[in-house]
T-cell receptor
Framework: EPEVTQTPSHQVTQMGQEVILRCVPISNHLYFYWYRQILGQKVEFLVSFYNNEISEKSEIFDDQFSVERPDGSNFTLKIRSTKLEDSAMYFC??????????FGPGTRLTVT | QKEVEQDPGPLSVPEGAIVSLNCTYSNSAFQYFMWYRQYSRKGPELLMYTYSSGNKEDGRFTAQVDKSSKYISLFIRDSQPSDSATYLCASPFQGAQKLVFGQGTRLTINP
Protein backbone atom coordinates (compact mmCIF):
# COMPACT_ATOMS: atom_id res chain seq x y z
CA GLU A 1 0.00 0.00 0.00
CA PRO A 2 1.46 3.40 -0.95
CA GLU A 3 2.40 5.60 1.95
CA VAL A 4 3.77 9.01 2.77
CA THR A 5 7.33 9.00 4.02
CA GLN A 6 9.18 11.70 5.94
CA THR A 7 12.79 12.33 6.81
CA PRO A 8 14.43 12.74 9.19
CA SER A 9 12.40 11.06 11.91
CA HIS A 10 14.05 13.28 14.52
CA GLN A 11 15.93 16.52 14.06
CA VAL A 12 17.71 18.38 16.83
CA THR A 13 18.82 21.89 16.04
CA GLN A 14 19.95 25.00 17.83
CA MET A 15 17.84 28.12 18.02
CA GLY A 16 18.40 30.34 14.99
CA GLN A 17 19.46 27.51 12.69
CA GLU A 18 17.70 26.58 9.49
CA VAL A 19 16.05 23.20 9.12
CA ILE A 20 14.53 21.42 6.14
CA LEU A 21 11.98 18.71 6.68
CA ARG A 22 11.34 16.37 3.79
CA CYS A 23 8.31 14.45 2.65
CA VAL A 24 7.75 12.03 -0.21
CA PRO A 25 4.03 12.10 -1.02
CA ILE A 26 2.02 9.21 -2.41
CA SER A 27 2.98 9.24 -6.06
CA ASN A 28 -0.25 10.25 -7.81
CA HIS A 29 -1.53 12.60 -5.13
CA LEU A 30 -2.15 16.21 -6.05
CA TYR A 31 -2.59 18.13 -2.81
CA PHE A 32 0.07 18.44 -0.13
CA TYR A 33 -0.10 19.72 3.41
CA TRP A 34 2.07 20.37 6.42
CA TYR A 35 0.67 20.15 9.94
CA ARG A 36 2.33 20.37 13.28
CA GLN A 37 1.52 19.00 16.71
CA ILE A 38 3.06 20.51 19.80
CA LEU A 39 3.27 17.91 22.56
CA GLY A 40 -0.13 17.46 24.19
CA GLN A 41 -1.90 19.83 21.80
CA LYS A 42 -4.09 19.58 18.72
CA VAL A 43 -2.80 18.83 15.27
CA GLU A 44 -2.65 22.25 13.58
CA PHE A 45 -2.70 23.13 9.92
CA LEU A 46 0.30 25.04 8.60
CA VAL A 47 0.07 25.19 4.81
CA SER A 48 -1.45 23.57 1.76
CA PHE A 49 0.20 23.28 -1.64
CA TYR A 50 -1.31 22.51 -5.01
CA ASN A 51 -0.11 22.90 -8.58
CA ASN A 52 3.28 24.16 -7.37
CA GLU A 53 1.97 26.97 -5.28
CA ILE A 54 0.64 27.64 -1.81
CA SER A 55 -3.15 27.45 -1.79
CA GLU A 56 -3.66 28.37 1.85
CA LYS A 57 -1.55 29.06 4.92
CA SER A 58 -2.30 29.57 8.58
CA GLU A 59 -1.25 32.45 10.78
CA ILE A 60 1.49 30.20 12.15
CA PHE A 61 3.09 30.00 8.70
CA ASP A 62 4.96 33.30 8.78
CA ASP A 63 7.97 34.51 6.79
CA GLN A 64 10.24 32.07 8.61
CA PHE A 65 8.50 29.17 6.88
CA SER A 66 8.58 28.15 3.24
CA VAL A 67 7.58 25.12 1.21
CA GLU A 68 8.59 23.81 -2.16
CA ARG A 69 8.45 20.77 -4.37
CA PRO A 70 11.93 20.98 -5.88
CA ASP A 71 12.01 17.88 -8.03
CA GLY A 72 8.41 16.77 -8.56
CA SER A 73 8.58 14.14 -5.86
CA ASN A 74 9.90 15.58 -2.60
CA PHE A 75 7.86 18.17 -0.73
CA THR A 76 9.86 20.20 1.76
CA LEU A 77 9.19 22.51 4.67
CA LYS A 78 11.95 24.94 5.55
CA ILE A 79 12.18 26.92 8.76
CA ARG A 80 14.77 29.64 8.27
CA SER A 81 15.59 30.61 11.83
CA THR A 82 14.20 28.18 14.34
CA LYS A 83 12.77 29.24 17.67
CA LEU A 84 12.26 27.21 20.83
CA GLU A 85 8.51 27.26 20.21
CA ASP A 86 8.99 25.53 16.85
CA SER A 87 9.68 22.31 18.74
CA ALA A 88 6.90 19.95 17.67
CA MET A 89 6.02 16.97 15.53
CA TYR A 90 5.66 18.01 11.89
CA PHE A 91 3.44 15.91 9.67
CA CYS A 92 3.17 15.89 5.93
CA UNK A 93 -0.18 14.82 4.47
CA UNK A 94 -1.34 14.26 0.92
CA UNK A 95 -4.59 13.65 -0.90
CA UNK A 96 -5.67 12.78 -4.40
CA UNK A 97 -8.98 14.40 -5.26
CA UNK A 98 -11.35 13.35 -2.46
CA UNK A 99 -11.26 14.72 1.04
CA UNK A 100 -9.23 11.96 2.66
CA UNK A 101 -5.72 12.98 3.69
CA UNK A 102 -2.98 10.48 4.37
CA PHE A 103 -0.31 11.36 6.85
CA GLY A 104 3.35 10.52 7.09
CA PRO A 105 4.98 9.27 10.29
CA GLY A 106 6.20 12.75 11.19
CA THR A 107 9.46 14.48 12.00
CA ARG A 108 10.10 15.33 15.61
CA LEU A 109 11.84 18.71 15.69
CA THR A 110 13.64 19.67 18.87
CA VAL A 111 15.02 23.19 19.07
CA THR A 112 17.52 23.78 21.88
CA GLN B 1 -15.83 29.72 14.33
CA LYS B 2 -14.27 26.56 12.92
CA GLU B 3 -13.72 24.44 15.97
CA VAL B 4 -14.06 20.73 16.51
CA GLU B 5 -14.28 19.73 20.16
CA GLN B 6 -13.42 16.39 21.67
CA ASP B 7 -13.11 15.14 25.22
CA PRO B 8 -9.40 14.35 25.71
CA GLY B 9 -10.11 11.59 28.21
CA PRO B 10 -8.23 9.49 29.12
CA LEU B 11 -10.69 6.68 28.61
CA SER B 12 -9.89 3.22 29.96
CA VAL B 13 -12.07 0.16 29.28
CA PRO B 14 -11.68 -3.61 29.59
CA GLU B 15 -10.92 -5.75 26.57
CA GLY B 16 -14.05 -6.73 24.68
CA ALA B 17 -16.04 -3.66 25.71
CA ILE B 18 -17.84 -1.39 23.28
CA VAL B 19 -16.13 1.98 23.11
CA SER B 20 -17.88 5.21 22.22
CA LEU B 21 -15.79 8.22 21.19
CA ASN B 22 -17.44 11.54 20.45
CA CYS B 23 -16.90 14.95 18.92
CA THR B 24 -18.97 18.05 18.48
CA TYR B 25 -18.55 20.79 15.96
CA SER B 26 -19.86 24.31 15.81
CA ASN B 27 -19.77 25.29 12.14
CA SER B 28 -22.42 24.00 9.74
CA ALA B 29 -19.85 24.39 6.96
CA PHE B 30 -18.33 21.12 8.14
CA GLN B 31 -19.81 18.50 5.86
CA TYR B 32 -17.33 15.66 5.85
CA PHE B 33 -15.89 13.89 8.85
CA MET B 34 -12.93 11.66 9.46
CA TRP B 35 -11.59 9.58 12.29
CA TYR B 36 -7.88 9.08 12.67
CA ARG B 37 -5.99 6.80 15.04
CA GLN B 38 -2.65 7.98 16.35
CA TYR B 39 -0.22 5.83 18.25
CA SER B 40 2.27 7.56 20.50
CA ARG B 41 4.74 9.69 18.51
CA LYS B 42 3.38 8.41 15.17
CA GLY B 43 1.42 10.01 12.37
CA PRO B 44 -2.40 10.00 12.28
CA GLU B 45 -3.75 6.96 10.45
CA LEU B 46 -7.05 7.36 8.61
CA LEU B 47 -9.66 4.97 10.00
CA MET B 48 -12.96 6.07 8.54
CA TYR B 49 -14.66 8.94 6.80
CA THR B 50 -18.30 9.85 6.31
CA TYR B 51 -20.15 12.44 4.27
CA SER B 52 -23.69 12.27 5.53
CA SER B 53 -25.81 11.72 8.54
CA GLY B 54 -26.31 8.14 9.65
CA ASN B 55 -23.97 5.24 10.20
CA LYS B 56 -21.02 3.83 8.31
CA GLU B 57 -19.58 0.49 9.34
CA ASP B 58 -16.16 -1.02 8.69
CA GLY B 59 -15.41 -4.21 10.57
CA ARG B 60 -15.44 -3.48 14.28
CA PHE B 61 -15.71 0.27 13.70
CA THR B 62 -18.87 2.31 13.17
CA ALA B 63 -18.89 6.04 12.46
CA GLN B 64 -22.05 7.98 13.13
CA VAL B 65 -22.93 11.54 12.20
CA ASP B 66 -25.87 13.55 13.50
CA LYS B 67 -25.82 16.83 11.63
CA SER B 68 -28.89 18.19 13.40
CA SER B 69 -27.02 18.16 16.73
CA LYS B 70 -23.54 18.58 15.19
CA TYR B 71 -22.37 15.41 16.88
CA ILE B 72 -20.09 12.71 15.50
CA SER B 73 -19.25 9.38 17.08
CA LEU B 74 -16.96 6.43 16.58
CA PHE B 75 -17.92 3.08 18.09
CA ILE B 76 -15.45 0.24 18.50
CA ARG B 77 -16.92 -3.21 19.10
CA ASP B 78 -15.02 -6.07 20.73
CA SER B 79 -12.21 -3.70 21.68
CA GLN B 80 -8.66 -5.08 21.69
CA PRO B 81 -5.51 -3.94 23.51
CA SER B 82 -4.12 -3.02 20.07
CA ASP B 83 -6.89 -0.41 19.81
CA SER B 84 -5.15 1.55 22.57
CA ALA B 85 -4.25 4.85 20.94
CA THR B 86 -5.41 8.44 20.63
CA TYR B 87 -8.43 8.88 18.38
CA LEU B 88 -8.79 12.14 16.50
CA CYS B 89 -11.86 13.47 14.75
CA ALA B 90 -11.33 15.93 11.93
CA SER B 91 -13.19 17.78 9.24
CA PRO B 92 -11.90 19.41 6.05
CA PHE B 93 -12.64 23.11 5.86
CA GLN B 94 -13.02 25.56 3.00
CA GLY B 95 -11.24 25.70 -0.31
CA ALA B 96 -7.94 23.99 0.45
CA GLN B 97 -9.78 21.40 2.59
CA LYS B 98 -7.35 21.83 5.47
CA LEU B 99 -8.25 19.48 8.29
CA VAL B 100 -9.53 20.93 11.54
CA PHE B 101 -8.84 18.46 14.33
CA GLY B 102 -10.29 17.81 17.73
CA GLN B 103 -7.97 17.46 20.70
CA GLY B 104 -7.99 13.67 20.46
CA THR B 105 -9.23 11.14 23.04
CA ARG B 106 -6.63 8.86 24.58
CA LEU B 107 -8.05 5.34 24.81
CA THR B 108 -6.59 2.42 26.74
CA ILE B 109 -7.98 -1.11 26.40
CA ASN B 110 -7.01 -3.21 29.39
CA PRO B 111 -6.42 -6.96 28.84
Amino acid sequence: EPEVTQTPSHQVTQMGQEVILRCVPISNHLYFYWYRQILGQKVEFLVSFYNNEISEKSEIFDDQFSVERPDGSNFTLKIRSTKLEDSAMYFCATRLEGYEQYFGPGTRLTVT
Amino acid sequence: QKEVEQDPGPLSVPEGAIVSLNCTYSNSAFQYFMWYRQYSRKGPELLMYTYSSGNKEDGRFTAQVDKSSKYISLFIRDSQPSDSATYLCASPFQGAQKLVFGQGTRLTINP
